[in-house]
């Protein structure tokens, strides 16, 4: 009678055959492309560490290498990435405050209100967007200010600063449009006032004024106009320009510094 194996060498046995068949299924190349530690038969070769950085999404948006001084923070005092990071901040808390919120003119301040009292977090997660917002608007002017004293604007970093100037101005325009929002006697006047000014537009300041208030005066289609450009149509084109940014630096040679 032929001797049977040890238990546990079948079990290691069906084990590798189990690991042998995942790692040849299609699901699974598909997901760990050429060049992944986890593919059947990876071997450290200067081939596959190529692939690693050409097809992971993770290393491919983070430099291998980076410069020695732009890893300290008392260069950047990582301004970029604060701003960065309050953006998202600002994105997380705003989905919360969508939950409960209504843009119309009957609704809006009650709306806050209620938020404020009675949901749970809601008064501390309004705040925060709020802090956010105000910090983000000082943060992406220290990160210019700080841009502009390393000179890091010359070339061949030009492009970029013009990239930069817009997100500044898209950064004041996502902060006014949500002034409107609470819908109190605050946001009303402050865009009054800010409409009004629009409104000296040469040649088509009444075009634009009409376009902004919905119609001649503030009312519930200001309100919707300032709501989408607020929560869609800025932040969709900011984070196209926050895309292009990023690429720049990458492009640009990474962070700037001493020659
Ligand atoms: C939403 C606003 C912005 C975000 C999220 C952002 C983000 C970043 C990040 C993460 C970096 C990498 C280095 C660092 O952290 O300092 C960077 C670099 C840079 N940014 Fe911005 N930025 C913004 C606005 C601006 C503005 C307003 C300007 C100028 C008008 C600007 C011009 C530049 C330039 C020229 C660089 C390259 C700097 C260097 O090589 O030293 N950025 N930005």
């Not at 501390?124 to 700080?146: G, I, K, Q, T």
């Not at 841009?147 to 061949?156: E, I, L, R, T």
Request: proline share 4%; aromatic share 14%; charged share 15%.
């Amino acid at each position: 009678m032929p001797k049977k194996q040890p238990l546990s060498e079948r079990m290691s046995q069906s084990a590798s055959q189990l690991t042998d068949q995942v790692q040849s299924s299609q699901a699974w190349n598909s997901i760990f492309r050429p060049g992944s530690i986890f593919r059947k038969g990876y071997n450290d070769s200067p081939r596959n560490r190529s692939y690693v950085v050409m097809n992971s999404v993770l290393y491919h948006l983070h430099p291998v290498k980076v410069k020695r001084h732009a890893v300290k923070v008392s260069y950047t005092l990582c301004l970029g990435g604060l701003s960065f990071f309050l953006f998202i901040l600002l994105t997380v808390t705003g989905i919360f405050l969508m939950f409960f919120y209504r843009p119309t003119a009957a609704q809006a301040w009650d709306d806050i209100y209620t938020l404020q009292t009675s949901v749970t977090f809601g008064l501390l997660v309004r705040n925060m967007h709020r802090w956010a917002a105000h910090l983000m608007v000082l943060s992406v002017f220290l990160h210019m200010a700080r841009v502009f004293y390393h000179g890091a604007y010359k070339a061949p970093r030009e492009f970029n600063w013009v990239i930069g100037v817009i997100l500044l101005q898209l950064t004041l325009l996502l902060s006014f449009t949500g002034y409107l929002l609470p819908w109190d006697q605050l946001a009303l006047w402050a865009v009054t006032v800010g409409t009004n000014m629009m409104g000296y537009t040469p040649v088509f300041g009444e075009q634009v004024r009409f376009v902004l208030l919905g119609g001649v005066e503030i009312g519930t289609d200001t309100l919707l106009r300032w709501y989408v450009l607020h929560v869609l149509m800025l932040p969709f084109v900011i984070v196209i320009f926050m895309a292009i940014h990023f690429w720049r630096v990458r492009k640009d040679g990474g962070i700037s510094g001493p020659l």
